[in-house]
């Protein structure tokens, strides 16, 4: 309690700066004793903050000249955070009035300051997307697309060599392959078909499942101003690097193309280090296949455009199938491969020994692109109960998310029912108890969520919600997503917006090779950064071992700083999904007053 208010009564003496916006402006490093959404809320929409008190009494929604509009009362939370603490909930859901503001506490002092507004994340959503143009690989970054963070063309990867991992009859050790483009992976400057799948995915699949919205969104990237919208411009970047990760011979697929090692903090123009390809496998493969039929049905929809490309990722998509059915149980270890062949790779892995949920999901999006359920056919949809938030190595959700929404039936795929009931049931799992606990999200319900690039479990929680609520058009899971976002932005117990550049206190010194290499102050903007990992995996200690509190903003902690393209896809579907449907739930709310 001593604590909570000296630290109340440093903040009101020195009457620090309410600063709203992006990282360039912003200068704030301690810790607030008020946790809300940085960026802001929307009018209609639930509006939570957390005080770290355990004192009741009054909060004030004020205006930047502090005015009071709107007061409430603090409510306790019914349990303590996971530092043992009674908090305190302030909840303005009743106000609505677009402005800015700040929330007040005569015992905790000032919020950062917020917005209220219709599309108050348009701005964060869009970043999310556009972070991908500044991972591409093979281009420079011109000043007009890239502002301060422009630079020079990294890694063409024109010239790649088979690794002695990945030799066949057609292409020998040391042979060269072309194989440009793609993202790199997160904060070194490597490619990997596996994290690659999973992302791209989740970026088609936020197209796919909110077309409407998406073409509205404009990136400022080379491509925007053709017909194709920019968030599939910039799939297609990635897409056209995984294309060429195929072996043309037989169809397998290379399991990633890197350097023999993690390069050095410095940019990507500045390596010299050959890169190769490794060995096939099979979960490269069927991310591959998987990525590849849904790219097909999407892409057929822009034949003028893109002609002929539909047909190519179709016809890829099989040929991969059908190598991985003939070697079902090719994993990639890296340590083994390391005992034979040489030069030695020490970068990341991606290992994984089981393959049944890439065959789900593979076996799905080529069930739906071709209408040919013989892909499930000797495929066991529901292996067991449970229903696993996806990440790189658990992908069977994408499986069933692509079913589910493409409105596969009983009659098709008999599981369907099952499916369905399940996810519903998953779903409302998850949200209860939500109201008890400090921080009042879904993630903050359990400290086994604060792992490795915890961040994007809460990102993917909320895309489960999302599915749940475009499944039963219940609105309790779209509250409960959007508190997800809440918590990436700020309702959490580090203080942080975890996304570069947006909101008052956010990273600033990523685990991210550019941002710490290019001589601009700012990281590159839009990046969704780890999060609270209390693991210290990478030897860099954090403030606080409280699952939720373990951050460090520390260019050399990768275990809680690091940034990652499969971390970004999920935030960026959150935010944009979260963007669409509350535009719809505004105009729905607007025809029923007009009525």
């Known amino acids: 309690m001593k604590k909570y208010l000296l630290k109340s009564f440093y903040k009101f003496l020195f009457g620090l700066l309410l600063i709203g916006g992006n990282a360039s402006a912003q200068t704030d490093t301690t810790s607030r004793l008020i946790r809300l959404n940085q960026i802001g809320f929307y009018p209609g929409a639930v509006k939570k903050a957390i005080v ?16 009071t509009v709107f007061t409430g009362k603090l409510k306790p939370s019914l349990k303590p955070n996971f530092a043992g603490h009674t908090v305190q909930l302030a909840d303005f859901s009743m106000f609505g009035k ?50 301060k963070w422009h630079r020079a063309e990294g890694h063409p990867d024109t010239v790649v060599l088979i690794h002695p991992s990945a030799e066949n009859e057609g292409r020998k050790t040391g042979s060269v392959i072309s194989s440009p483009r793609g993202w790199y992976d997160a904060g070194d400057y ?21 077309p409407a919205y998406m073409k509205t969104i404009k990136l400022n990237i080379p491509e925007s101003g053709n017909k194709v919208p920019d968030v599939l411009d910039e799939v297609l970047w990635n897409l056209h690097w995984m294309l060429t990760m195929q072996d043309p011979a037989d169809g397998g697929v290379y399991h990633k193309l890197t350097n023999a090692a993690f390069d050095k903090f410095e940019m990507p123009d500045k390596d010299p280090s050959p890169r190769y390809v490794v060995q096939k496998g099979t979960a490269a493969t069927l991310d591959f296949a998987a990525v590849m039929a849904q790219a097909s049905r999407i892409f057929k929809q822009y034949p003028k455009e893109l002609p002929g490309l ?31 062949f040489e030069p030695k790779v020490t970068t990341g892995g991606y290992g994984d020994n089981n393959f049944n949920d890439e065959f789900i999901w593979a076996a799905s999006e080529l069930v739906v692109t071709t209408g040919d359920v013989d892909y499930l056919k000797n495929i066991n949809l529901l292996p067991d109960g449970s229903m696993p938030i996806p990440t790189w190595s658990q992908v069977r959700l994408l499986g069933y998310y692509t079913l589910i929404k493409n409105n596969i039936t009983e009659k098709t795929v008999s599981a369907m029912p099952e499916i369905r009931r399940r996810l519903i049931s998953t779903a409302d799992d998850m949200i209860s108890g939500v109201d008890s606990n400090a921080y009042q999200t879904v993630m903050t319900k359990s400290a086994r969520h604060f792992g490795w690039g915890s961040t994007s479990e809460a990102a993917n929680e909320g895309i489960l919600l999302i599915q749940a609520y475009k499944l039963s058009h219940n609105k309790k899971y779209l509250d409960c997503a959007l508190a997800n976002l809440d918590y990436l932005l700020g309702r959490n117990g580090t203080g942080y917006s975890f996304v570069t550049g947006y909101g008052t206190k956010t990273p600033m010194h990523p685990h991210h090779r550019p941002s710490a290499a290019d001589g601009v102050v700012d990281p590159v903007p839009g990046l969704l950064v780890g999060g609270s990992n209390p693991g210290m995996q990478d030897g860099v200690r954090v403030p606080s071992k409280v699952p ?48």
Request: charged residues 20%.
């Open 52 to 67: 770290l008190s355990d004192r009741g009494g009054n909060f004030f929604i004020q205006t930047i000249q502090k005015q």
């Open 98 to 147: 677009p402005g800015r503001y700040v929330l007040y506490v005569p015992s905790a002092g000032y919020s950062y300051s917020f917005e209220i507004k219709a599309s108050v994340h348009k701005a964060v959503a869009a970043a999310a997307i556009k972070a991908y143009y500044f991972m591409r690989s093979g281009t420079p970054l011109p000043e007009k697309y890239a502002g």
């Open 190 to 210: 490597n490619k990997y078909i596996v994290n690659s799948g999973i992302t791209t995915s989740t970026l088609l699949s936020l197209y796919e499942d909110f």
């Open 310 to 340: 539909a047909d190519s990722c179709l016809n890829a998509a099989q040929k991969a199938w059908n190598w991985a059915v003939k070697n079902p149980e090719v994993a990639y270890r890296q340590d083994e491969m390391n005992k034979k």
């Open 548 to 595: 939720d509190e373990a951050y460090i903003d520390d260019e050399r902690a990768y275990a809680a700083n690091e940034i990652a393209i499969n971390w970004n896809a999920p935030l960026a579907y959150l935010a944009n999904a979260i963007e669409a449907l509350q535009h719809e739930l505004a105009i729905d709310e607007k025809h029923r007053s007009t009525k």
